[in-house]
């Protein structure tokens, strides 16, 4: 046995789980014998895919769920918890996914909301200054007099760190922390944890991202299914043990093609754009993607990715400039007459590209519905769609595969594959996508990936935008780099390098070579 | 055995509501409406149970009630049709109140001063009817596609104004010549008059056309291409954009519809009914606003508008009933419309969980 993992052994528990039982009736068994103990002064991360009961043992945790059976010891303490006000007097503090603070009042007034010793008058004023010696002290910068919708996802997230800290938290759990955040603020988001450690404090960290258990985590538990399959320390493991403890299988990445023509599919020439504060978002861009190309697009969010997406889909008008879908113009056409002539669209957010309530079937069809062979004007072959959704359902391996559920009830990689096989049965000659794998687990991105790379070698043009540097150089046969609405560098490479990544993160940045 | 279990069921939350729950908590919302209503008769010093028979005798206990309920249910099934469209579209047409009383005011210009051969009359009124319901609710629709102006409110205010139309007609111009200090019209030439079944005041022609677009709306909104569009914009206005969805139409198409079909249902009160321009509150008794709740109650679905604008009429003529027999107000009427809309809402949230019995076994065996 290795030195390390001998003191590991020997350091004190914070948390313990004691094969802990969490079941949803009729017959989901969320959490099962769930047993692993959390070190003081650790970031401890809990990897696994979604559905795994990550989040249901955390909530279990910070008291929202009670477990069926089993118990959870912290400081050495058996303890029942049956309310957060219960897990927060234990020193338990929760970030959760979506943010819960009070978008019209100010920071400070949000920290210390809900707590009964401030005054009913100007109830912030006294707590100011602690929560500035807090922010100095965890690197956690953000303006406590500032109105909570001023700020960025980033500095809400701070803000909720903040507030569990004034609570005195010594027990922080963070719900998927980073998935919110630009590349650099997560960076700023290590940098607090590392500090917090050093104060003695505990942070379990919920995440299906493996780069970030090798960069943070000091010990990592690995859930699949509701059972814990492991807790080992990240330096014993590679990405890819890990990768294959998550899934249960080898995971198996796609390779792009990387031989491709030199037909254009897709030419923008001098485009701009306004954003949606009448702010110009797109500066004289030009750009064009070739026949089966994968031409990635990097760039921190909001540097004019969105609107370049939506300026060639239609949605978003082009105050100048030109855009030609292989020899024709699409400039400023309608979103439907773009879409038929072959370029489909998966958008960032999810939601924009199905109706929730409507069924599987009814999704799939959204493209198609007004035209044969579905509809021959007036009425609608239903018949025909439900076969057709049927066809779609199993070639895509959409799961469950029923086409009458209402699609709000898949999972989040399912619903992208609706999107997806939607988009790709209309035989596009240029596929937009804006995200796509954007809070999938490591087998959901690896399927959207073979549904990309499966699209590029039937030919289409595909125009990748994405903030995770990683899946563009994965994909990638030519990558652009955005910042304020301009192309500030471009490579293309056959295999990516090291040397590229610390490049296109410089430009990123804004830093031009 | 450890604790002791006493419950032998428990609650969860069902992802979908079945079609039998929504169908459960319906009528319990009107039960609950119901015994909250009782209270009403005893501050009148009757018994509940008095005031309850009287309610069910009036409104479904003979034919005549029978036929009287009906004659309230045509409105409200052509007025409830339309909104279930709009309410689809989550276009919120407030206005329909408005909407029948221009189809009144359409169709009593045709049969009093047009001066068409009679066997044109009645089909005159009702396509005018409809098309003057129709540009009413298109007011509104333009503001709103245009300026963005808030459906809700403008559909609303014009109300009011139909309303003080219809007086300034039956108190100024089109004052009968024969009614001395009464304010209406001249009664209708009887070519103006719709057949009513038997020896009832119920007009059949209104009552088919309502069974027959209720069916025709069903299908419309199930299975056309048009009909889909409209549920996209309804349930996604964001994905609706998206897939490049004419929005626009949607809102003018849906507001004509409804307006088209509350105007029509105006001109079955004065042609089929009344015979003449009134008082607005006669011409109408608040169906335009009664058939909001009939649509809801409905989920907007314009087969189940059929029930639910029936269920309505006998509120309606059982209101009447308490009124001649008992001496009650009409108004409590309104107090029962308000509180199965407060027990429908509040009990919404209930239809999407599930209780599960368990049984004895299974309970000790998890207990122990």
């Known amino acids: 046995m290795s030195e390390v993992e001998n003191n590991w052994e020997k350091r004190p528990a914070e948390v313990a789980f004691r094969s802990i039982t969490k079941r949803f009736p009729p017959d989901i068994l969320a959490n099962d014998r769930v047993s692993f103990e959390v070190k003081k002064g650790t970031v401890h991360a809990l990897l696994g895919e979604n559905g795994a009961g990550k989040t249901t043992l955390m909530n279990i945790l910070y008291g929202l769920f009670s477990p069926d059976e089993g118990e959870i010891i912290i400081r050495g303490k058996s303890v029942k918890i049956s309310s957060p006000r219960e897990a927060i007097n234990l020193g338990i503090g929760m970030i959760h996914q979506h943010f819960k603070l009070i978008p019209t009042h100010a920071v400070a007034e949000n920290i210390v909301l809900g707590l009964t010793s401030i005054p009913f008058f100007f109830p912030a004023e ?74 003695g404090k505990t942070c379990i960290f919920i995440t299906h991202k493996l780069n970030e258990v090798k960069e943070i985590a000091d010990a990592v538990t690995v859930m699949r299914k509701g059972k814990v399959v492991s807790t080992i320390l990240p330096s014993q493991v590679s990405l890819e043990e890990l990768a294959r403890m998550t899934v249960g299988k080898e995971v198996i990445s796609v390779v792009p093609r990387k031989t491709i023509s030199d037909k254009i599919v897709l030419r923008l020439q001098d485009v701009s754009a306004m954003g949606d504060r009448d702010f110009p978002a797109l500066l004289n861009l030009s750009l064009s993607v070739r026949e089966g190309e994968i031409v990635g697009v990097a760039g921190i969010a909001g540097n004019g990715q969105k609107e370049l997406a939506e300026v060639i889909v239609g949605l978003r008008q082009a105050s100048r400039g030109h855009i030609f879908l292989e020899d024709k113009e699409i400039t400023n056409l309608l979103p439907r007459d773009i879409a038929s002539l072959g370029v489909a669209y998966i958008p960032e957010e999810r939601n924009q590209g199905l109706v929730g309530e409507m069924s599987v079937a009814e999704n799939l069809l959204l493209r198609g519905y007004y035209q044969p062979p579905f509809s021959q004007g007036f009425w609608v072959d239903w018949e025909k769609a439900e076969a057709y959704s049927e066809k779609l359902i199993s070639h895509y391996q959409i799961n469950p595969p029923l086409s009458d559920i209402p699609v709000r009830l898949l999972s989040g990689g399912n619903r992208q594959r609706v999107i997806i096989a939607r988009e790709l049965e209309q035989k596009p000659k240029l596929v937009v996508a804006s995200n796509p794998t954007a809070g999938l687990d490591v087998s959901g991105v690896e399927a959207i990936h073979k549904l990309l790379v499966k699209a590029q070698e039937k030919g289409a043009g595909i125009l990748l935008i994405s903030g995770d540097l990683d899946e563009l150089l994965k994909l990638s046969n030519r990558i652009v780099i955005m910042f304020r609405g301009e192309i500030v560098g471009e490579k293309e490479k056959e295999h990516w390098t090291e040397e590229d990544r610390r490049e296109i993160g410089l430009g990123m940045g804004g830093v031009r070579r | 055995m450890g604790r002791k279990k006493f419950t032998q069921f428990h609650i969860e939350l069902s992802l979908q509501p079945t079609i039998l729950s929504i169908v459960f908590f319906s009528l319990l919302a009107i039960i609950l409406a119901f015994a909250c209503g009782g209270v009403i008769f005893l501050f009148y010093h009757i018994s509940p149970g008095v005031g309850y028979q009287t309610f069910f005798q009036g409104s479904l206990g003979s034919w005549y009630a029978f036929s009287e309920t009906l004659k309230r249910t045509i409105p409200l099934l052509l007025v409830g049709e339309g909104l279930s469209l709009a309410f689809r579209a989550q276009v919120l047409n407030i206005g329909a109140e408005g909407q029948i009383l221009l189809g009144a005011v359409a169709a009593t210009w045709v049969a009093l001063f047009s001066g068409l051969p009679s066997f044109l009359l009645l089909p005159t009124m009702f396509i005018l009817g409809f098309l003057a319901g129709a540009g009413w609710a298109l007011v509104p629709a333009i503001f709103k596609t245009r300026f963005a102006v808030n459906e809700v409110l403008s559909t609303l205010m014009l109300n009011y104004v139909a309303s003080n139309l219809v007086l300034y007609l039956i108190a100024g111009p089109w004052k009968g010549k024969g009614v001395r200090g009464f304010t209406y019209t001249d009664t209708f030439p009887e070519a103006a008059w719709l057949k009513t079944m038997g020896i009832t005041r119920v007009p059949y022609f209104t009552l088919l056309v309502g069974i027959a677009i209720a069916i025709g709306g069903y299908f419309f909104l199930k299975k056309s291409a048009l009909g889909f569009e409209l549920r996209i914009v309804g349930s996604s206005p964001e994905t609706a954009r998206f897939l490049g969805i004419n929005e626009e139409k949607i809102v003018l198409f849906t507001m004509f519809i409804s307006g088209g079909l509350s105007g029509f249902a105006g001109v079955g009160e004065v042609a089929g009914i009344h015979h003449l321009l009134r008082h607005p509150d006669h011409i109408s008794l608040g169906y335009g606003f009664t058939a909001i709740i009939v649509a809801w109650l409905a989920r907007a679905n314009p087969l189940a508008t059929i029930l639910t604008s029936f269920l309505f009429g006998a509120l309606l003529s059982g209101g009447d009933a308490l009124r001649v027999s008992l001496g009650i107000p009409f108004q409590v009427v309104s107090v029962f419309n308000g509180l199965i809309l407060f027990f429908l809402i509040s009990t919404e949230h209930l239809s999407r969980y599930r209780i599960i019995w368990k049984d004895k076994k299974a309970v000790e065996k998890n207990g122990s």
């Open chain 1, 126 to 199: 006294k707590a100011e200054a602690e929560i500035k010696s807090l922010s100095e002290k965890y690197g956690l910068k953000v303006d406590p007099r500032a109105h909570v919708w001023q700020l960025s996802a980033g500095e809400k997230q701070k803000v909720e760190i903040l507030k569990a800290l004034y609570r005195k938290a010594n027990i922080l759990i963070l719900d998927e922390p980073t998935s919110v955040l630009t590349p650099q603020e997560a960076e700023e988001l290590f940098a607090t944890l590392r500090a917090m450690k050093e104060e």
